[in-house]
């Protein structure tokens, strides 16, 4: 059964985009069958992934709306493992048409339970905002990755985040965890890095990764060019960085098992 894993941050330019393609792509590497659903209307994750979004016939949008089955969206990314469900601009359209649908903040979920057991993680890309899509995403997902950049007024709005999580807890997914807090864009030229990584560290606690990923011109340069950076430069230092993401999610996961056995 897929860990469903909403990587969400309702503030831009923190480099969700940059982490859905990155981490998923690193989990395949490491031999796990993934499953991105790209549900941001601005679609990056699938033109970060090589594919044109404008000549798309099947997207997120048509699972949602419920006129396609998940199943038939799915798209190779290139990455053996690794599998794509695209977005389109036409989920801009979404959150209004899905307004008078019943049970409107369940349809990723309804979509979602026949492909569960085919993958071992599914990540979902939401958009920079609160709105019906990630609310979709929120009820459906097991956790939460937030990525968090480094830079002034980091908390902003990430107060807001927690409120909407504790909310979908109370009212649609008892079960729903914060997976962890991901510190991106770190310059340690400058001190507020620092002092940012302190402050992150003092609010969330043991919930911040270990890994903190960097400035790194070669993650910026690979949306453009379609691929995610294993591809486009594997031996940067935001590949590597990527990478250690993926190693210690895993590791997460492998000692939560252990102690799942042993209560057992």
């Given at each position: 059964?897929?860990?469903?894993?909403?990587?969400?941050n309702?503030?831009?330019?923190?480099?969700?985009?940059?982490?859905a393609?990155?981490?998923?792509?690193?989990?395949?590497?490491?031999?796990?069958?993934?499953?991105?659903?790209?549900?941001?209307?601005?679609?990056?994750?699938?033109?970060?992934?090589?594919?044109?979004?404008?000549?798309?016939?099947?997207?997120?949008?048509?699972?949602?709306?419920?006129?396609?089955?998940?199943?038939s969206?799915?798209?190779?990314?290139?990455?053996?493992?690794?599998?794509?469900?695209?977005?389109?601009?036409?989920?801009?359209?979404?959150?209004?048409?899905l307004?008078?649908?019943?049970?409107?903040e369940?349809?990723?979920c309804q979509?979602l339970?026949?492909?569960?057991?085919?993958?071992?993680?599914?990540?979902?890309?939401?958009?920079?905002?609160?709105?019906?899509?990630?609310?979709?995403?929120?009820?459906?997902?097991?956790?939460?990755?937030?990525?968090?950049?480094?830079?002034?007024?980091?908390?902003?709005?990430?107060?807001?985040l927690?409120?909407?999580?504790?909310?979908?807890?109370?009212?649609?997914?008892?079960?729903?965890?914060?997976e962890?807090?991901?510190?991106?864009?770190?310059?340690?030229?400058?001190?507020?890095?620092?002092?940012?990584?302190?402050?992150?560290?003092?609010?969330?606690?043991?919930?911040?990764?270990?890994?903190?990923?960097?400035?790194?011109?070669?993650?910026?340069?690979?949306?453009?060019?379609?691929?995610?950076?294993?591809?486009?430069?594997?031996?940067?230092?935001?590949?590597?960085?990527?990478?250690?993401?993926?190693?210690?999610?895993?590791?997460?996961?492998?000692?939560?098992?252990?102690?799942?056995?042993?209560?057992?």
């Open positions: 059964m897929a860990k469903v894993i909403a990587i969400c309702q503030k831009g330019g923190t480099g969700k985009t940059t982490t393609i990155n981490l998923s792509t690193f989990l395949a590497k490491a031999n796990k069958k993934v499953l991105l659903i790209d549900i941001d209307p601005q679609g990056n994750a699938t033109s970060g992934l090589g594919v044109d979004k404008a000549s798309l016939a099947n997207s997120i949008y048509h699972v949602l709306l419920n006129q396609l089955e998940l199943d969206t799915v798209l190779a990314s290139g990455i053996e493992k690794l599998s794509l469900v695209p977005s389109s601009v036409d989920l801009v359209g979404a959150e209004i048409e307004v008078n649908v019943d049970e409107r369940r349809r990723l979509c339970d026949p492909v569960r057991e085919k993958f071992d993680f599914i990540l979902i890309d939401c958009p920079p905002s609160l709105g019906i899509l990630t609310l979709n995403a929120l009820v459906c997902a097991d956790s939460v990755l937030i990525p968090i950049q480094c830079e002034y007024y980091a908390l902003e709005g990430v107060t807001q927690l409120k909407t999580i504790n909310l979908v807890r109370d009212n649609l997914n008892p079960a729903l965890k914060i962890g807090v991901l510190l991106t864009m770190a310059d340690y030229r400058t001190n507020l890095t620092n002092e940012v990584i302190n402050e992150i560290k003092n609010f969330f606690k043991d919930r911040v990764y270990q890994t903190i990923v960097p400035r790194n011109i070669r993650l910026s340069e690979a949306p453009g060019f379609g691929k995610p950076i294993l591809l486009y430069d594997p031996h940067s230092v935001g590949a590597k960085m990527y990478e250690e993401l993926a190693k210690e999610i895993l590791s997460k996961e492998a000692i939560g098992e252990e102690q799942t056995t042993s209560t057992i």
